[in-house]
Each structure stands twice: as C-alpha cells, then as structure tokens.
C-alpha cells in the first residue's frame, strides 16, 4: 500500500466516524421507513470509497450529501414504484356501497387473478407477500415473523410484487 492510499484510507475513516450520524439522521428523516436509514447511510460512504479518485477533501461533507440526496430519491422511486396497484385497487373498491354492480364484478375478477398468481408462487415467498399485502406488516416485522434477514424479506417481497404485476398486466393485455 503506498502513502497516498493510506492518506486516503485514513481520511475516509475519519469522515466515516465524525458524519456518520449525519448522514443517517439526514436519510432517517426523509424516508418512509426509517429503520432501512443505516443501511442507506452506509450505501453513501460505499458510493464514496467507489469513486474515491475524484473525492476532494475540502468538499466532502456536500458531496456526501449530494450521494445521500440521489440515494433517498432513489430509494424513494423503488418504493412508489413496487407499491401493488392491486392495492390501491383494494383500497378503492372496499366500500362497495358506493360502487357499481360492473364495479363489483371488475374487483371479484380481480381478485380472483390475484388469488391466482399468488398459489403460483414459492411458499415462502406467499407468505411474506401475504403478511405485507393482507396484515400491511412491515419488512422489518416481517423478517422477525418469519426469523429472516430483512433483506431476504425486500428481496422476496419485491419478486412477489414483480411476478404479480407481471401476472395481472398480461392478464389485462389478453382482455384489451
């Protein structure tokens, strides 16, 4: 190792130790899920020490922020963008009250297609899919449900919701 990486290596430990909490609390507060901060906050200084070659001292402490900022916003975009449709389609047809007859018929159809999909996927992978989708639980909870790492829990949960989109928008496709 030569004197300019260990300079560097030293600075970098440094900044990690004296803006980690920082930088967490900046990503803690703009988050949905603010348990996933820490995670997040060490994304940042990954990004970091990736492009190391083109960190100047003097400007760490906006770069660092710069990263958290795009880190949040695309943490955020993969949160809206996983939502389930057939979710708010859920949330929008409970009250039936209000509702058409053809509005009945279009969520029983619905419905059924999504009951399909979900017996087509790997027990373990519907289960975590159900306690989120049917008990609105969190990963977190989920995970200690299930006695799995969080990030198993967002992993499986994210292909159950990919399979199902997948599913249904083919499914609307036939139809249309």
Same mark, same amino acid.
């Given at each position: 190792? $030569? ?21 967490? $609390?900046? !990503? ?17 200084? *990954? ?17 660092l922020?710069?990263?958290?900022? &795009? !880190? ?12 389930d ?13 209000? &509702?058409?007859?053809?509005?009945? !018929? #279009? ?22 899919y159900?306690?989120?989708?049917? #008990?609105? @639980? ?6 200690g449900k ?12 994210? @292909? ?9 928008? &083919?499914?609307?496709?036939? *139809?249309?």
């Amino acid at each position: 190792m $030569n004197k300019q990486q260990t300079t560097f290596d030293d600075f970098f430990s440094e900044c990690y130790l004296k803006y980690r909490e920082y930088i967490k $609390n900046y !990503i803690a507060i703009r988050i949905c899920h603010p348990h996933e901060a820490e995670d997040l906050a060490q994304d940042v200084f *990954v990004r970091l020490w990736e492009h190391r070659a083109f960190v100047n001292k003097d400007t760490v402490w906006s770069l660092l922020f710069t990263i958290a900022r &795009n !880190i949040v916003t695309d943490k955020i975009r993969r949160y809206y963008k996983q939502e389930d449709f057939v979710a708010y389609v859920y949330n929008r047809m409970e009250d039936t009250s209000r &509702n058409t007859t053809e509005d009945t !018929i #279009h969520f029983r159809e619905l419905k059924k297609m999504h009951d399909q999909v979900m017996e087509t996927l790997p027990v373990k992978r519907r289960q975590i899919y159900e306690l989120s989708f049917n #008990h609105e @639980l969190s990963c977190p909870a989920i995970a200690g449900k299930l006695s799995l790492s969080p990030r198993t829990v967002e992993c499986q949960l994210l @292909l159950a919701r990919k399979t199902v989109r997948t599913y249904l928008k &083919n499914e609307f496709s036939k *139809v249309g």
